[in-house]
């Protein structure tokens, strides 16, 4: 089983600590810590995840996380194109440390070190070096760097480009990702991480993105925003623009299972074919609490796809058949 959508989010202080410092040194450029000052202990990276994503893997059943940094933290609002730089360096590699103290129950994902008004071919080098160098599978791609103002140009635009060409050359997929929202309107995981996910979806519809790369493989998370709920406003939009059939849409988009109660999950599974679902939790993360109508925890995602109308053949295809095509770079990370 693989869960497609896990971050980092029980950082050792010292990371933290680190960003702090980067945060604090960006009106006093001289006080800016190095990538390689952070110095955190393989015993303190093994605390960070035993108790919380390790016990949670085993009591529910979950193989291997995809682990990215934490999204909340990525940022990309703060400081310049070389503050994120340092900074998802940083993140990257501890996401990377964590992966290879433990093989078997996390793949790394990294953070891309995108800026406000930087076009995002600026990311190439740090994905590539991820993807080469340390063996990660995929990366999270924020469609609105600005941080909830949504300044920057939507993802069909020409500026980002060399960043997809370079994603279907490394053969890795993105999960389309926001980070944390700097505008009060949007509460960032109720409201910016959802709206997100549904923008993007509308910005592939209107744009030939996928005609020009049709390899190119984006996971939308959060079970897809407010999409498959309103899968008929989208067909029907699809048609009155004279717009390809959604269908083609989903040779290239999936689909995660963060969606925190039975009646959704029985939505999504009933609205987008198997194929284009990838089983993921979002632990430990979003929405930590347990359900009082259920006695289970909101993100113990595995137990709605159990639940849900599938046949076995297409219940795999969500737990790891799917990740499997989608990330082929887990190969080799996974039992046949
Ligand atoms: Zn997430």
Redesign the pocket.
């Known amino acids: 089983m693989v869960d497609c959508?896990g971050?980092y989010t029980t950082e050792p202080a010292a990371m933290l600590d680190w960003r702090k410092r980067q945060i604090a040194a960006l009106n006093d450029p001289g006080q800016t810590p190095s990538p390689d000052a952070l110095k955190v202990s393989d015993d303190e990276i093994r605390a960070s995840v035993a108790n919380r994503q390790l016990k949670l893997q085993a009591e529910r059943g979950i193989g291997l996380a995809l682990f990215s940094p934490r999204?909340g933290g990525m940022g990309h609002h703060i400081g310049d194109a070389r503050t994120s730089a340092d900074w998802s360096r940083v993140s990257n590699d501890m996401v990377y440390r964590v992966a290879g103290l433990f093989p078997k129950n996390f793949a790394p994902v990294c953070q891309l070190p995108q800026s406000p008004g930087v076009s995002p071919a600026n990311c190439r080098d740090e994905l590539t070096r991820c993807v080469t160098e340390l063996g990660f599978v995929g990366c999270n791609v924020n469609p609105d760097p600005t941080g909830g103002y949504w300044r920057d140009p939507p993802l069909y635009d020409r500026s980002w480009y060399p960043l997809w060409e370079r994603m279907v050359e490394l053969d890795v997929p993105g999960m389309i990702?926001v980070s944390a929202s700097a505008n009060p309107n949007f509460q960032a995981t109720g409201a910016h991480y959802i709206a997100g996910d549904t923008t993007a979806f509308m910005q592939f519809i209107t744009s030939d993105l996928f005609r020009d790369f049709p390899t190119l493989r984006l996971i939308i998370?959060h079970g897809g925003g407010a999409v498959p709920y309103h899968w008929g406003r989208y067909r029907g939009l699809a048609q009155d623009m004279k717009r390809p059939p959604l269908s083609d849409l989903l040779r290239n988009v999936w689909f995660d299972t963060c969606v925190y109660h039975q009646p959704g999950i029985d939505l999504l599974t009933r609205v987008i074919p198997a194929d284009n679902i990838l089983f993921a939790s979002?632990m430990v993360?979003?929405v930590n609490g347990v359900d009082p109508e259920t006695g289970h925890a909101y993100d113990d995602t595995k137990r709605y796809v159990d639940a849900a109308a599938l046949s076995d053949a297409d219940r795999a295809k969500v737990f790891s058949g799917n990740a499997r095509r989608v990330y082929p770079r887990l190969a080799g990370r996974l039992p046949e």
């Open positions: 959508h971050h999204a990702h998370p979002e993360g979003a």
